[in-house]
């Protein structure tokens, strides 16, 4: 267990027994060395989609997926490459929505966004032409050259949101660079990826710093409208698109769209967590 995150687990003791409630005894003990069956209840805990989606409640099961990844992780054996790549993978997603939906104290979501960093690092070094390139070229080069789409993605969602607790990191240390070159290489290999997620970040990215990477604001719009065309249930991205979009219609146009599609519950199912959470950001828009 990460000392600085200690916080965000401490509630899920006794957790774990509700993911793996068939396991008692001996059975329970001998799922603790298995790590197959340890990822197994941590997807049953993180699935959102298989029963009605209740927000409130949702920290408890994602909080006990984290732990459950967490104690496979290191009984995977180190050539099991792709499973400790998906775990990772997970991890870092996983941290990233803790942070985003129910963590409230800054030190808190800023040891979250770390752990997410580092995660998504770790799953990109099991590449070993990563490391490879990074010897030789340098860092950005690859990110720029990987080819795990989840891992790239989430280092710079991660990434990107642990540089407002770092912002000479942010600025002097290239960081924002880093995220960068995050996003644009996740839209080189697969662009649908988290329903247009990459489309959908490099958009947010670029109201915030485009003049740190050299890129006209006005070209958020187009990756917004792209994120929305590869996946228009995807209520964040439109949300997003409002938060910075200037024209007051345009606006009145997105909203109206979220609160049209909301009200549709196969839209809110397709992506509860996110689309629970931009429901919530255009009421608080529209007032």
């Given at each position: 267990?990460?000392?600085?995150?200690?916080?965000?687990?401490?509630?899920?003791?006794?957790?774990?027994?509700?993911?793996?409630?068939?396991?008692?005894?001996?059975?329970?003990?001998?799922?603790?060395a298995d790590p197959g069956a340890l990822i197994a209840a941590a997807e049953a805990a993180y699935d959102r989609w298989g029963a009605p989606f209740d927000y409130g409640a949702y920290e408890t099961p994602l909080r006990s997926a984290i732990d459950l990844w967490e104690q496979a992780l290191p009984l995977l054996p180190e050539d099991a490459?792709?499973?400790?790549?998906?775990?990772?993978?997970?991890?870092?997603?996983?941290?990233?929505?803790?942070?985003?939906?129910?963590?409230?104290?800054?030190?808190?979501r800023e040891a979250a966004y770390e752990l997410g960093k580092d995660t998504a690092l770790a799953s990109l070094r099991l590449d070993p032409a990563f490391t490879a390139t990074e010897q030789a070229d340098g860092f950005r080069a690859a990110l720029r050259a990987a080819g795990d789409v989840a891992a790239i993605f989430w280092y710079g969602n991660t990434l990107g949101q642990w540089l407002n607790y770092h912002y000479v990191t942010a600025i002097m240390g290239g960081g924002v660079k880093d995220v960068?070159?995050?996003?644009?290489?996740?839209?080189?290999?697969?662009?649908?990826?988290?329903?247009?997620?990459?489309?959908?970040?490099?958009?947010?990215?670029?109201?915030?710093?485009?003049?740190?990477?050299?890129?006209?604001?006005?070209?958020?719009?187009?990756?917004?409208?792209?994120?929305?065309?590869?996946?228009p249930t995807y209520l964040e991205t439109y949300v997003n698109y409002a938060e910075y979009a200037k024209d007051e219609d345009l606006v009145d146009d997105l909203l109206s769209t979220v609160f049209e599609l909301a009200a549709d519950p196969e839209v809110m199912a397709a992506h509860p967590f996110y689309n629970h959470r931009a429901l919530q950001r255009a009421e608080r828009m529209a007032r």
């Open positions: 267990m990460h000392a600085r995150f200690a916080v965000s687990l401490a509630s899920t003791v006794g957790i774990v027994l509700l993911c793996t409630a068939a396991l008692t005894g001996s059975d329970a003990a001998a799922a603790e490459v792709q499973s400790r790549s998906h775990v990772l993978n997970r991890l870092s997603q996983a941290f990233f929505e803790l942070a985003e939906g129910y963590l409230l104290d800054p030190a808190e960068y070159a995050s996003f644009e290489r996740s839209i080189e290999l697969d662009e649908g990826y988290d329903g247009g997620g990459p489309h959908r970040a490099m958009g947010s990215l670029l109201t915030q710093a485009h003049f740190l990477v050299g890129r006209d604001p006005a070209d958020a719009a187009f990756h917004f409208e792209r994120s929305i065309a590869l996946d």
